[in-house]
């Protein structure tokens, strides 16, 4: 039996994370938010305070985006993570805080209310992108985790 769980947050945001059960397998589509340049007064204006997955990635001189962060949030939201982790000021990682000073910062991000969704998500990404060590674990639901990107900027990140 398909079990279908709706998790998005409902107007004005379209973007989130829907997931869908299908026998021990979870299925997860994602719409991004638009790609967009990390400046503190843009986050703080439109970025939404609440739970969800986001990526952080910094330009390099051939104009190509390259992954800095992946991860999900919890308490204090969207916005207050990724205004934390794009300012030099906050860091205290210096080989972060050098590309952050230096080199364009861009974000995107997905909200979702739930923290088994959030896990199963991240966990997909990070052992993706970074095989030999993901640094995370999945909420242990499903045997198999399948993912669906979609953006309005077409961007789908490859290692």
Known sequence: MEKVIQMRYSNPM??????????????FFIQWSP???ADRWEINAKVPAVAGVY???WM????HLRMLYIGDTHYGGLRSEI?????????IDSRCRKILEDEQIWY?????????????VV?????????????????????KIFVKESSTDKLIWVP
């Open 60 to 63: 390099d001189e051939q104009n």
């Open 35 to 37: 790609l967009a340049v």
């Open 83 to 91: 205004r934390r982790l794009t300012d030099p000021e906050l860091t």
């Open 55 to 57: 990526e952080i990635y």
């Open 123 to 143: 966990w997909f990404f990070r052992r993706t992108y970074f095989p030999e060590n993901p640094g995370v674990s999945h909420s242990g639901r499903y045997e």
């Open 14 to 27: 379209e973007y989130g994370i829907k997931a869908m059960e299908k026998d021990d397998n979870g299925y």
């Open 108 to 120: 995107r991000y997905a909200p979702v209310n739930s923290a088994a969704v959030m896990s199963d």
